[in-house]
């Protein structure tokens, strides 16, 4: 997500400008599991099994996450393909397309101008005038009915940030983090490969090149990203390669990755300094270190894995 400031204006009078990463996090603190999966990691809702497909009310269906317009009951039409269809958009700027490449086809994605939530694909099957057909998850929309009053973005005032960290199996990095002061959250998933929504199996098979990894909503004012930095080099030896103890496997690799260039500057700085005169500088620190590719949260059962099994990673001195 851009971090860009300049508001950026739609022909309809909406704001648009590109939500930062961060706010986007927070704004989905509240989805469930299936509205992650689907806006978050690009899924899809099983066909015939969204409650907006047969909708036909009057009013405006909204993103999900943000609350932008995204069309009118009056482009709505039966497509007969099991998902919400439309011919046009609220308004063009809302709703941004990119080429989607998986499944071995060609398609283009669409998803919401601003806080870039996946809504589905655009065809060249649609009615007239467009003769497009805009196929949305009813999981990315929320129905405002007509003569109700459209929401306005809801308020992600916080000071919260997020961090990328892997070294080794995560339910013990996120076991660990979660354990600390202005960690307000720690999330398990898969990081740094080929394929898209990756399974535990798949990761764990070594093909799809993901890291698994340890996602952090974390407060500034209580926790630094420094003090992130030297605590998971405190939990984890960043030497061993495509490995962490008896755990083997590029799954398992060491890895650092940074949501901006400031913290990228101080990830770079704080493994040049260690490599130099730190715990590990009589070995090769081979941590990787790039900008955040995009993270897919892990299945719900590695989620709070130690918290619901019982016991603690104990955080070593």
């Known amino acids: 997500m851009s971090t860009d400031t300049k508001p950026v204006i739609s022909e309809s009078g909406y704001d648009i400008t590109p939500l930062a990463e961060d706010t986007v996090e927070t704004l989905a603190a509240d989805l469930n599991d299936e509205e992650r999966r689907v806006i978050l990691n690009d899924g899809t ?11 036909k009310k009057d009013g405006t269906y909204v993103c999900r996450l943000c609350n932008l317009p995204l069309f009118k009951s009056d482009s709505k039409f039966t497509s007969g ?4 269809s439309f011919f046009q958009p609220y308004d063009e700027d809302h709703v941004g397309t990119h080429v989607d490449n998986s499944w071995h086809m060609v398609r283009t994605e669409i998803t919401c101008a601003r806080c870039g939530g996946h809504l589905g694909h655009v065809f060249d099957d649609g009615p007239k005038p467009t ?23 809801p308020d992600v ?23 600390l002061d ?18 535990y199996k798949e990761v764990c098979s070594g093909a799809t090149g993901h890291a698994e990894s340890v996602m952090l909503r974390y407060d500034p004012n209580v926790i630094s990203y420094q003090e992130l ?17 008896p755990d083997i ?35 090769k620190i081979t941590t990787e270190l790039k900008m955040a590719p995009k993270f897919y949260k892990a299945e719900e059962y590695h989620q709070d894995y130690h918290a619901k099994n019982g016991g603690h990673c104990p955080i070593p001195d």
């Open 45 to 55: 809702e099983p066909a015939f099994c969204g409650n907006l497909t047969d909708n």
């Open 81 to 84: 393909t099991g998902w919400p």
């Open 131 to 153: 003769g497009k057909r805009f196929c949305v998850n009813s999981v990315s929309l929320s129905f405002v009915e007509a003569g109700e009053e459209l929401p306005k973005m």
């Open 157 to 179: 005032a916080s000071t919260l940030k997020t961090a990328y960290f892997a070294g080794g199996c995560f339910w013990g990095v996120e076991d660990r983090f979660a354990q």
């Open 182 to 199: 202005g960690v307000q959250d720690a999330v398990s998933g898969y990081q740094g490969g080929d394929d898209n929504n990756p399974s």
């Open 229 to 245: 930095l030297e605590f998971f080099f405190k939990i984890h030896n960043p030497t061993q390669g495509n490995r962490q103890g």
């Open 249 to 283: 496997g590029t799954q398992y690799r060491s890895a650092i990755y940074p949501t901006d260039d400031e913290q990228m500057k101080l990830a770079k700085q704080f493994i040049e300094d260690q490599q130099r005169e730190g715990k590990w500088a009589s070995k």
